[in-house]
């Protein structure tokens, strides 16, 4: 067997071709349209590339966007008062702070002031409490984009057994809860979970988001299975005596591609499925706050 390959990539193409007519038709109906306003502090390089990809993406589906760029040494009220100036702010309807913060400043309670509908990471704690009782809520953008193409290829997920390996707030977590929402009987395993290997080899459904580069191996997936792989893993190796770079997913995918049924590769997997989803998640923002009909992604 050799899996179906989930073109992320296409995936979110189509996603963002649908923001872009979402746009558009809310400009002609309000004459106004969403605004994304992100805010970074510091000059991490890594961030600061995220950052220039999601702004330069948001003004491509004709979205309005505005960087706030802090310095490393911001204090906590000032970054808490330029929260405060966009939560007010009625032009802006999604309002993302690039973690990770530097360490003086609690990012709990950064992600708690940011007002909770412009919340697109769907990190703040009422968006997390909304989401654990099936309620509506902002969804954050990775296990996002990892449903949405799991339900574009099971269509329905009821019954399946999903195990999602890793328990992070932004991944892990919000991603069991909603397979659990879609009436999967979810298994979430992590550090601490004995013999992975048998517990990945009932799952109809992996998810893998553990940070370690080609962590899942083939033998411990079930033939047939659906396999998301969230992990971008940053790796050298040797090609002709020279070291070269290399982007991995936390899934062997080599050996996954014999056993799945269908895999999503890194890179060009859940990776551009992220930005998409913020996108989405802005324009849901905006219908939400201007009390219009939101639209549905699937
Ligand atoms: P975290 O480091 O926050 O969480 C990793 C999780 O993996 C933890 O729950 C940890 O368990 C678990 N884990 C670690 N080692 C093992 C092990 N040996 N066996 C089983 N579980 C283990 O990572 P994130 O959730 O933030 O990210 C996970 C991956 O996804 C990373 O590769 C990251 O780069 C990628 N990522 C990709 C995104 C995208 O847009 N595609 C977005 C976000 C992340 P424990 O809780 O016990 O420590």
Same mark, same amino acid.
């Given at each position: 067997?050799?899996?179906?390959?989930?073109?992320?990539?296409?995936?979110?193409?189509?996603?963002?071709?649908?923001?872009?007519?979402?746009?558009?038709?809310?400009?002609?109906?309000?004459?106004?349209?969403?605004?994304?306003?992100?805010?970074?502090?510091?000059?991490? =390089?890594?961030?600061?590339?995220?950052?220039?990809?999601?702004?330069? %993406?948001?003004?491509?589906?004709?979205?309005?966007?505005?960087?706030?760029?802090?310095?490393?040494?911001?204090?906590?009220?000032?970054?808490?008062? %330029?929260?405060?100036?966009?939560?007010?702010?009625?032009?802006?309807?999604?309002?993302?702070?690039?973690?990770?913060?530097?360490?003086?400043?609690?990012?709990?309670?950064?992600?708690?002031?940011?007002?909770?509908?412009?919340?697109?990471?769907?990190?703040?704690?009422?968006?997390?409490?909304?989401?654990?009782?099936?309620?509506?809520?902002?969804?954050?953008?990775?296990?996002?984009?990892?449903?949405?193409?799991?339900?574009?290829?099971?269509?329905?997920?009821?019954?399946?057994?999903?195990?999602?390996?890793?328990?992070?707030?932004?991944?892990?977590?919000?991603?069991?809860?909603?397979?659990?929402?879609?009436?999967?009987?979810?298994?979430?395993?992590?550090?601490?979970?004995?013999?992975?290997?048998?517990?990945?080899?009932?799952?109809?459904?992996?998810?893998?988001?553990?940070?370690?580069?080609?962590?899942?191996?083939?033998?411990?997936?079930?033939?047939?299975?659906?396999?998301?792989?969230?992990?971008?893993?940053?790796?050298?190796? %040797?090609?002709?005596?020279?070291?070269?770079?290399?982007?991995?997913?936390?899934?062997?995918?080599?050996?996954?591609?014999?056993?799945?049924?269908?895999?999503?590769?890194? =890179?060009?997997?859940?990776?551009?499925?992220?930005?998409?989803?913020?996108?989405?998640?802005?324009?849901?923002?905006?219908?939400?706050?201007?009390?219009?009909?939101?639209?549905?992604?699937?």
């Amino acid at each position: 067997m050799v899996a179906s390959i989930i073109s992320g990539k296409e995936f979110a193409s189509r996603l963002r071709k649908k923001v872009t007519t979402q746009v558009s038709k809310l400009k002609s109906s309000l004459g106004s349209v969403p605004g994304l306003d992100v805010i970074l502090v510091g000059n991490n =390089p890594a961030s600061e590339i995220y950052v220039k990809n999601k702004a330069k %993406q948001t003004i491509e589906v004709g979205m309005q966007s505005t960087k706030h760029m802090l310095s490393k040494n911001v204090s906590e009220d000032e970054l808490l008062k %330029q929260i405060n100036t966009v939560n007010i702010d009625d032009s802006v309807h999604g309002i993302l702070v690039q973690l990770p913060l530097p360490d003086h400043i609690n990012t709990q309670k950064i992600i708690n002031s940011i007002e909770p509908t412009k919340d697109v990471d769907g990190f703040h704690i009422s968006n997390v409490g909304l989401l654990a009782t099936g309620q509506k809520a902002m969804i954050p953008c990775t296990p996002l984009g990892c449903l949405f193409m799991l339900k574009d290829y099971h269509q329905d997920l009821s019954g399946l057994n999903a195990v999602v390996v890793g328990r992070s707030n932004i991944v892990g977590k919000p991603m069991a809860q909603l397979l659990l929402n879609e009436n999967c009987t979810v298994t979430v395993a992590h550090s601490k979970t004995q013999d992975l290997p048998k517990v990945c080899r009932q799952a109809d459904i992996i998810v893998a988001a553990v940070g370690i580069p080609e962590f899942i191996r083939g033998d411990w997936i079930k033939p047939g299975a659906t396999v998301i792989d969230v992990g971008i893993n940053r790796i050298s190796y %040797q090609d002709s005596g020279t070291t070269k770079p290399k982007l991995v997913g936390d899934v062997n995918y080599d050996e996954a591609i014999a056993v799945a049924g269908a895999i999503t590769p890194v =890179p060009g997997g859940v990776g551009p499925m992220t930005i998409a989803c913020l996108l989405a998640n802005t324009t849901t923002a905006f219908c939400r706050i201007n009390n219009v009909e939101e639209p549905s992604w699937n």
